[in-house]
């Protein structure tokens, strides 16, 4: 069983940073794309950065702030989030590409359950 376990949200004042991880089971993901999306209350799920062999793809509102890498030994990738403002505030998930390093939610095969990043003002 193919299992995606988020670790590392929590509560942050704003200018901080966080360090999420996210750790793969069931399979070998060295091969795959993997991504990060968040979803905030009452928005849509947004993509947040991607990582593969073509390299590293981030949304604008992150570019410069968040750095997304991997562990391919450890079957891990992660997503370092520093200067974290008001706005980054969501439910952050792992995800798992079909094929490249897809910004939208269909392109992603599997998924995490999602880990709560809150940053106050």
């Known amino acids: 069983q193919v299992q995606l376990v988020e670790r590392g949200g929590g509560l942050v004042q704003a200018g901080g940073s966080l360090r999420l991880s996210c750790a793969a089971s069931?399979?070998?993901?060295?091969?795959?794309?993997m991504g990060w999306f968040r979803q905030a209350p009452e928005k849509e799920r947004e993509f947040v950065a991607a990582?593969?062999?073509?390299?590293?793809d981030y949304a604008d509102s992150v570019k410069g702030r968040f750095t997304i890498s991997r562990d391919n030994a450890k079957n891990t990738v992660y997503l370092q989030m520093n200067s974290l403002k008001p706005e980054d505030t969501a439910v952050y998930f792992c995800?798992?590409?079909?094929?490249?390093?897809?910004?939208?939610?269909?392109?992603?095969?599997?998924w995490g359950q999602g880990t709560q990043v809150t940053v106050s003002s």
């Open positions: 995800a798992a590409a079909l094929y490249g390093l897809p910004r939208y939610s269909a392109g992603y095969a599997y």
């Open positions: 069931g399979r070998t993901f060295s091969s795959s794309g």
């Open positions: 990582i593969g062999w073509s390299g590293t």
